[in-house]
């Protein structure tokens, strides 16, 4: 065998051992995914039921009712399912060391006022900025193979026993904070910081354009930074009384959930089994405007789902812009459709964001069964 077959081997068979990394933490983070969308979009439901206090809008502000304790169940989910995913692509790395520093690391750059200071270093502001998930993913996979290369250290064997508890996650997250808070957090300021302007400037643009734009943006990274800056800029112009925006927004992150699901359901030979009980769990999370619902599939497939994603959100926003849909609601997804301005337009628009998805996904996918063969092979 050539040397260049032997190195394209190794590519593969690195590239491979990754998929299996990022596969190993997908499968991790899924429970606290089906748990924190389904606890949080009861909640929602709760909130529109005629005999409790409050809606949709109101839901976090009704402390002590029952959508409000299921509400914050659900954030409580979610918000932790971010680090957990960077956790144990690091256990998959290293084992047990891996598994705080992944989680730390990641956990870090998901803290808005960490990554504002981070930002503010080099002069941008990132208002409520984090990293998502995509940002747990370098963090996890720094991590792990940081640890695992500590693990790889010839030391005296009195401290072999602190190693793996002790030495190897105090060093890792102390060699690796700086350049994951700085080296992730300053980029997302200045990406965050530029995106608003822009979007700033757009105000008064072609109602498609801007819905394009608006959609592609909330599909990207699922919650994370860009993801929040078309939203919040949905939310400001509701104060101002212009609801274009904000329907355009809230269409374009239900129809990611939405779309992988129907993908996933109806051609399950295109995705590994543990991902059926994810499909199930994004359906209710996707009618709620809980667009993290798409992360697992995103994390385990990327290249292809979030291109997919990204053009299914832009086509359900442009619509919904085109049609003149409005949404004066922030929040709450399916349970305030009868907000919407034009509800005809506004269900339609998820309709069809969430077929554009659902098709493109699936083409762009292999069968489960050629991926897990060329998964074999390498190995």
């Known amino acids: 065998m050539s040397t260049k077959d032997d190195a394209e ?9 990754v998929k ?12 606290f995914v089906t748990i924190g969308g389904i606890f949080l979009a009861v909640g929602f439901m709760v909130a529109e039921l005629p005999f409790t206090a409050g809606d949709t809008e109101t839901l976090f502000e009704e402390t002590g009712s029952l959508g409000w304790y299921l509400g914050e169940i659900g954030v409580l989910g979610l918000e932790i399912m971010i680090p957990i995913l960077g956790a144990y692509i690091a256990y998959a790395i290293a084992d047990k060391p891996g598994l705080a520093p992944g989680f730390i690391l990641a956990y870090a750059i998901q803290q808005p006022h960490i990554v504002e200071a981070a930002g503010e270093t080099v002069g941008f502001t990132a208002d409520g900025a984090t990293a998502g998930f995509l ?38 997250v102390a060699l690796l904070a700086p350049l994951v808070v700085f080296g992730l957090g300053v980029p997302i300021a ?42 919040v800029f949905g939310v400001a112009l509701v104060a101002d009384g212009i609801t274009g925006p904000m ?15 129907v993908s996933n359901l109806a051609f399950p030979h295109k995705y590994p089994d543990e991902m059926r009980e994810n499909a199930i769990a994004a359906i209710p999370m996707g009618l709620s405007f809980i667009t993290e619902g798409a992360i697992p599939y995103a994390a385990a497939d990327p290249l292809r789902v979030i291109p ?8 359900a926003a442009a ?18 459709v009868v907000l919407a301005e034009n509800v005809l337009g506004f269900l339609g628009a998820i309709v069809l964001g ?5 098709a493109m996904v699936t083409l762009l996918k292999p069968d489960q069964a050629a991926v897990d063969s060329v998964e074999a092979t390498a190995d």
């Open 9 to 17: 081997s190794a590519l593969r068979s690195h590239v491979t051992k």
């Open 20 to 31: 299996e990394d990022l596969m190993t933490g997908v499968s991790f983070m899924i429970p």
């Open 135 to 172: 940002g747990a993913i370098a963090a996890g996979l720094l991590a792990g193979y940081v640890a695992r290369w500590m693990k790889s250290w010839s030391v005296p064997s009195m401290l072999k026993p602190m190693m793996p508890i002790l030495v190897i996650p105090v060093l890792t």
């Open 190 to 231: 200045i990406v965050d910081d530029a995106l608003t302007s822009t979007l700033d400037g757009m105000q008064g643009a072609n109602a498609a354009l801007l819905g394009v734009i608006l959609g592609a943006m909330m599909a990207f990274d699922m919650g994370g930074p860009v993801n929040k800056v078309a939203y």
């Open 247 to 261: 329907a355009a927004v809230m269409i374009a992150g239900m129809t990611p959930p939405l779309g992988l699901a």
């Open 308 to 315: 997919s994603i990204m053009v299914g959100s832009a086509t």
């Open 319 to 336: 619509t919904a812009l085109t049609l003149g849909v409005g949404m004066p609601a922030p929040h709450g997804g399916i349970f305030v």
């Open 354 to 358: 969430t077929v554009v998805t659902a």
